[in-house]
């Protein structure tokens, strides 16, 4: 897995499988294809624990009757970084468990 920052408002990614894989067409889809759901568990699953839902605090914006020390004091937002990720697959894919696809992909989305 290859990753670069991006500067769109969401990750994105790519699934590669050369010829050198397989010279199947057949072959190589459905290695993207296992690859692809792995990817889409581990998507939902992010969600689920919060990782992919962003909070947006506007920042206040002082009052006559609200003294400037509260503006100073408003919660500070992190800004998440997004990236395009490019997965390359390969010919072990074709016949790998899918379990142990879905732990690989897990694994090395789970240190970004």
């Not at 994105?12 to 397989?22: A, C, G, L, P, Q």
């Not at 920042?59 to 509260?70: D, F, G, H, V, Y």
């Not at 997965?87 to 992909?105: Q, Y």
Request: charged letters at 30%.
């Amino acid at each position: 897995v290859k990753r670069i920052e991006n500067n769109g408002p969401t990750d994105r990614f790519s699934i590669i499988v050369s010829k050198k894989t397989s010279k199947k067409a057949v072959i190589r889809n459905l290695i993207k294809r296992r690859i692809k759901e792995a990817v889409r568990i581990w998507l939902k699953g992010a969600a689920a624990l919060g990782a992919e839902t962003e909070t947006q605090i506007a920042p206040k914006t002082p009052s006559t009757l609200e003294p400037i020390a509260q503006t100073i004091n408003a919660p500070i937002v992190a800004i998440k970084r997004h990236f395009d990720y490019v997965i390359i697959g390969k010919a072990a894919a074709e016949t790998a468990d899918f379990e142990v696809i879905r732990s690989e992909i897990n694994g090395v989305l789970k240190r970004r």
